[in-house]
């Protein structure tokens, strides 16, 4: 599902069912590369350096290829686009999270950090080359002029989209605009006899990184925080709030497939929790300028309570500093998977020409000393199959298969074992769900077919469902056998044979997501991961916890 912000579509917006979003993909590595550990403040650069002669060498090198090359290569050459790549190309030389950001794509990198955006406000998928809404984002300027789920865009502004191969990129960039400024769709929606043109006025769109906060029971809160922006800290602090005004005394906070973001926001919501005067985290780098300690120093808003944080293989850099610290302090029980393992923190330099240069400029570490760092002395390509590697080592089904050596070692205040080098070891280990690499789900999923089938349902049935609450129909709802049947007679159409052995295997995922995806195009996004919890094997093992207070691991935290 995609929304119209030029971001990366899974964590800055909805994230994709459970599971699949979980998966090992090339967009969470240039998610991490982009938008992770970032240090706000002055920019503290000035074109110098420690050894001028030797970059005056290597500058004057550099110009004087460059020059032959735009003057007298057999072939017209773009002398701006060699020049960026000769850059990437040495910054990969680095370490794999220094990078340069070319002018053109430095606003879609930097979106990914904003808490707005302006556009239609629309979600959207595309299927079999069709552009169909999803859902209007509520109040926004799609929804007021009328959209509806299912409605398909045919062309923005009179340039066809459906039927030319757009991609999720264009379309992005077609439906955003200034704020203000108006686009006329053409539409066609389900017995309308021929498409109807809607104008929309685009405005300023929310674009939380809070996906949800809601009461799991009497007691027990949730909250997940899909990335750290520069409004989550008040994102969280209002969201918290209002769980408190609701009876909570526990809680779990989700940061599965939580790539990172601005460090001081996870520094702000670490201090919500640890009381007194504690270490949260130091960097270490180059120069003393480069070097840190954040303490824990305000009256937090839930410094004791039980409480449980979610973590995964997705969750890097900020989130692995807020896990950690939590870690360390004794203030939390980890549960889930060992972590990404990104502890480089990185500058963000504004060069005159638009572009941006994100230089590594310190490590970080947890208050224990630990590295969060996973090495990357194989070069770039081995460090972006790392998560790969895991999943074919098997340590994302079975906690034995990691192996610390004794030198990453470390204590925690109150004296627990814990190791470095290379990600934050939860405390209860989760196993990944298996079903999730059947063969016939993995086709499902790759055809889009069970958000399709869900979508469908919902206009089939919209005045039914129109008819029920939220909580009435999560009580109530099932997907029954002749439903999952109706959705292998689709895939069918679509070229995917029946596999009645892989659809057992998968059925129970199929269940919980078709739900899931029914509920939040008809009761929004709160509703899709209520159910979607509903069958997690982490969320079952943190409630399990949390609610159970002379838990053995509880012991000795800081959660009384």
Do not use: W
């Not at 840190?292 to 944080?309: C, D, M």
């Not at 980890?334 to 502890?343: E, S």
């Not at 330099?349 to 760092?373: F, K, V």
């Amino acid at each position: 599902m995609n929304t119209e912000p030029n971001v990366s579509p899974l964590p800055a917006t909805e994230p994709a069912p459970r599971n699949t979003r979980r998966q090992v993909r090339q967009p969470l590595l240039l998610a991490l590369a982009l938008a992770c550990g970032i240090l706000l403040g002055a920019n503290p650069f000035r074109p110098s350096s420690q050894n001028p002669d030797g970059t005056a060498r290597g500058y004057l090198k550099f110009k004087e290829i460059l020059s032959y090359v735009d003057r007298d290569y057999v072939d017209s050459v773009n002398a701006e686009e060699l020049s960026d790549y000769a850059i990437s190309r040495m910054l990969e030389r680095l370490d794999p999270h220094s990078v340069f950001i070319p002018a053109k794509q430095q606003q879609q990198a930097s979106s990914f950090l904003q808490s707005d955006f302006d556009g239609v406000g629309v979600e959207f998928n595309i299927f079999h080359d069709t552009v169909t809404v999803v859902s209007p984002v509520s109040g926004g300027p799609a929804e007021q002029a009328g959209l509806q789920p299912g409605d398909k865009i045919l062309a923005v502004a009179g340039a066809k989209v459906s039927g030319t191969h757009t991609t999720t990129e264009q379309m992005f960039n077609k439906l955003r605009g200034p704020r203000g400024s108006n686009v006329v769709l053409q539409i066609v929606r389900r017995g309308m006899a021929k498409p109807m043109n809607v104008q929309v006025t685009r405005n300023r769109i929310p674009n939380s990184s809070v996906d949800v906060a809601y009461m799991v029971d009497n007691q027990t809160g949730y909250i997940k925080v899909s990335r750290f922006a520069n409004g989550t800290y008040d994102e969280f602090k209002a969201a918290l709030g209002d769980l408190r005004r609701q009876g909570l005394t526990r809680l779990i906070l989700d940061l599965r497939g939580n790539p990172g973001g601005y460090l001081d926001r996870a520094t702000k919501m670490a201090d919500e929790f640890i009381g007194g005067t504690k270490k949260i985290v130091y960097t270490d780098g180059k120069g003393d300028q480069y070097d840190s300690q954040t303490y824990s120093r305000v009256a937090g808003e839930f410094e004791q309570g039980p409480l449980v944080v979610l973590v995964d293989e997705g969750s890097a850099s900020a989130s692995e500093v807020l896990a950690g610290a939590l870690q360390d302090q004794d203030r939390a029980l980890l549960v889930g998977r060992r972590t990404f393992g990104k502890g480089l923190v990185q500058q963000p330099i504004a060069l005159n020409d638009g572009s941006e240069l994100r230089l590594t400029i310190a490590r970080y570490y947890t208050p224990s000393g630990r590295s969060i760092q996973k090495s990357y002395r194989g070069g770039l390509e081995a460090y972006e199959k790392d998560l790969v590697n895991r999943q074919r080592h098997g340590e994302f089904f079975h906690a034995d298969s990691i192996h610390f050596a004794d030198s990453l070692r470390y204590r925690t205040s109150h004296g627990r074992t814990v190791y470095g080098g290379g990600g934050i070891m939860p405390d209860m280990f989760v196993a990944r769900d298996t079903m999730a690499f059947s063969a016939y789900y993995t086709r499902l999923q790759s055809h889009n077919l069970i958000r399709k089938y869900a979508l469908d349902y919902v206009q089939d049935h919209k005045e039914e469902l129109e008819g029920l609450r939220f909580e009435q129909f999560n009580q109530s709802f099932r997907i029954t056998d002749i439903q999952l049947q109706h959705l292998v007679g689709l895939a069918t159409q679509d070229g995917i044979p029946a596999d009645a052995a892989g659809l057992r295997r998968c059925a129970s995922l199929v269940r919980n997501q078709l739900k899931a995806l029914i509920a939040r195009t008809a009761y929004g996004k709160a509703a899709y991961f209520q159910v979607l919890n509903q069958d997690d094997a982490e969320m079952r093992q943190a409630l399990q916890v949390i609610t159970d207070g002379n838990a053995t691991l509880m012991q000795g935290l800081s959660m009384k």
